[in-house]
């Protein structure tokens, strides 16, 4: 019984060993990568890229049909990271429109809140039935909180 019991922990011992080493020196996978870039996007989920958020940019990115420059709120060291994480070159930030953000015209905002619900990166602030204004500073210019104001006092101006 004894020689059972040995020789079943001697297999689950070796077979651990070699799980464990298998797992540090063979490459990740898939899904493993798509982890790996998606930890490295700025979470910002403003589709700027081109993808309705940064985890399907980051599976875009993982399989080989995007570009690694193309998120404008991660800027050009987002771009020097995945580049490095998947030993590609570093691609120059890819062109887009001029930068902008999002200016309301505090006289007619109606304080609903929309656009701030809207706003990936919570760059607007103000309270229930009370005017909202911008922190430019967070402003990615993503045009999100655009669409949901119901009276169209958001305005995208150039920040050039």
Known sequence: MWDAVLTIA???LAAGIALGYAQRRLPPG??????????LLPQTQCAQCGFPGCRPYAAAIADGSAEINLCPPGGDETVRRLAKLLGR?????AERAAPAVAVIDEAACIGCCHCRNACPVDAIVGAHQFMHTVIEDECTGCELCVAPCPVDCIVMRPTS
């Open 10 to 12: 001697g297999l689950a």
């Open 30 to 39: 898939e899904g493993k990568l798509v982890e790996k870039v998606d930890e």
């Open 89 to 93: 070159d570093a691609l120059p930030l």
